[in-house]
């Protein structure tokens, strides 16, 4: 539960070599999965898992091969990262994941370039560190381990640091209740908000509350059986917080989805609910690649489209964004089968990533317009099998098959009761040939029931008429 576009005239250099001139929207190459992204000015910072190696996080600049930043040896699936950058500074908040025991956390800041220090850890981090910067400030989580590392049992007191990349700037320490978690950062002016937890035996409580280098300020926020977080402060002073309630709620709307984004102006304390025109994504893990965020005037966020459930497809994902006042809401890309699996935002620029068709990459797609209309749409990764009849050779048939943007998977002799793995493929776009192997008792069939599992795409099912 818990666990790039840059300016046009510039050009990004992708990891595995060579530059691709920047225009409206680019789309980048990067080894391995993306696990999170933020910009650097200028710059990105990328943090992902090549095929060797651990996770890394990188700068991408224009003119320069990628600039390893920091190299980790977390290598497991859920490993969580969180990256917060600007112009001026860069953090990063690390969290392995230690097989049902609390795995150790770690905390990176420094200058966007370079070279980062290490300024929290915990030997039993409970959840990632978050994280947040804004110019030149940085802030980040002290404490909230757990205790003993060995097996905890409680949570040590945490605080709120706010700092600077440059290690001569002395920190301020925001000392906060014991008794709470932080979750969550966001800076704003002077100050910013937290969002932090309340376990109790009963039920797991948040709240959200203001705070500054003189301490910790009002409640704007407290929720029972919620995981409430702030997304940050538009420039009017409203601000945006995400809910996902963990009770499921009151209804089948609120049960098909418990996540929702709202607004609590300066002037007025109602809730105003932002319409998303889906059911938020990762509300229920505040600051993290993925979750809701702020944008010049604009909100982010990742929605899932709820009139498709029950559907034996997957759930249409769409990367949205909207105006403070709920209005002038836009798509900027969606995909289904290959959905955008998290993003970064500033100003008029978004970034966001998801799955490559033909190989284990994942593409950074960068778009240096958010602004405009009309939002891309990432196709599924698709293949077709164009033969209708093959002939037996040698025990092995030859099957053509068509693969539009690539496409991996695994093919399967489909005739029994449980389908017999045949071979696996990975083919770059346009048509191939697949030659399969068949067993003694399927070269006595007439027909081959073919299936293949494509990865983030529909399965596909031929009968193909075997010739001798």
Do not use: K
């Not at 998801?354 to 958010?370: I, N, S």
């Not at 053509?400 to 496409?407: A, E, K």
């Amino acid at each position: 539960m818990l666990r790039c576009a840059l300016p046009l005239s510039v050009a990004l250099t992708v990891l595995c070599g060579g530059e691709i001139a920047l225009a409206a929207r680019t789309t980048t190459p990067v080894a391995g999965d993306v696990r999170a992204v933020a910009f650097l000015g200028d710059a990105l910072a990328i943090a992902h898992l090549p095929s060797r190696g651990g996770l890394t996080v990188e700068r991408f600049v224009a003119g320069s091969p990628p600039q390893p930043l920091l190299g980790t040896t977390l290598r497991d699936a859920d490993d969580q990262v969180q990256l917060a950058g600007s112009a001026e500074a860069l953090a990063i908040g690390l969290q392995a994941d230690a097989d049902e025991r609390f795995g150790p956390s770690r905390v990176f800041v420094g200058p966007p370039s370079g070279p980062v220090r290490e300024v929290a850890t915990c030997a039993a981090g409970l959840l990632a560190p978050p994280v947040a910067v804004s110019g030149a400030r940085i802030a980040w989580r002290e404490g909230g381990c757990g205790d003993p590392a060995a097996g905890p049992t409680a949570i040590v007191p945490a605080s709120i640091v706010i700092g600077a990349a440059d290690p001569a700037v002395a920190p301020a320490r925001v000392a906060l209740d014991p008794a709470v978690l932080p979750v969550s950062l966001v800076l704003a002016g002077a100050g910013g908000m937290v969002g932090a937890l309340r376990p109790s035996f009963f039920a797991l409580d948040s709240e959200v509350r203001s705070f500054s280098p003189l301490g910790v300020g009002a409640t704007l926020l407290s929720e029972r059986g919620g995981i409430a977080s702030p997304v940050g402060e538009l420039a009017d002073g409203t601000r945006v917080f995400a809910l996902s309630r963990l009770d499921g709620g009151d209804g089948d709307r609120v049960a098909m989805c418990p996540n929702t984004l709202f607004t609590i102006a300066a002037d007025a304390p109602e809730r105003r609910a932002l319409p998303t025109g889906g059911c938020p994504i990762d509300a229920d893990v505040p600051t993290g690649p993925s979750s809701a965020r702020i944008a010049a005037d604009r909100v982010y966020a990742r929605v899932s489209d709820l009139s498709r459930s029950g559907s034996v497809h997957p759930p249409r994902v769409s990367l949205v964004s909207v105006r403070g006042d709920g209005g002038d809401r836009r798509v900027h890309v969606s995909g289904s089968y290959r959905p955008p699996l998290g993003f970064a935002a500033e100003g008029d620029r978004v970034a966001y990533w998801h799955r490559r068709c033909a190989d284990a990459a994942t593409d950074v797609v960068l778009d240096g317009d958010a602004q405009s209309e009309g939002g891309a749409a990432i196709a599924s990764c698709r293949a077709s099998v164009l033969t209708r009849a093959a002939r037996v050779l040698g025990g092995r048939i030859a099957v053509r098959l068509r693969c539009p943007s690539g496409c991996r998977g695994a093919a399967s002799d489909a005739a029994g009761a449980r389908p017999r793995r045949l071979r696996e493929f990975a083919f770059a776009p346009g048509t191939h040939v697949l030659r399969l192997s068949l067993s003694r008792a399927m070269r006595r069939r007439a027909r081959l029931r073919l299936e293949l599992a494509v990865e983030n795409g529909p399965a596909r099912l031929a009968v193909i008429r075997l010739r001798r």
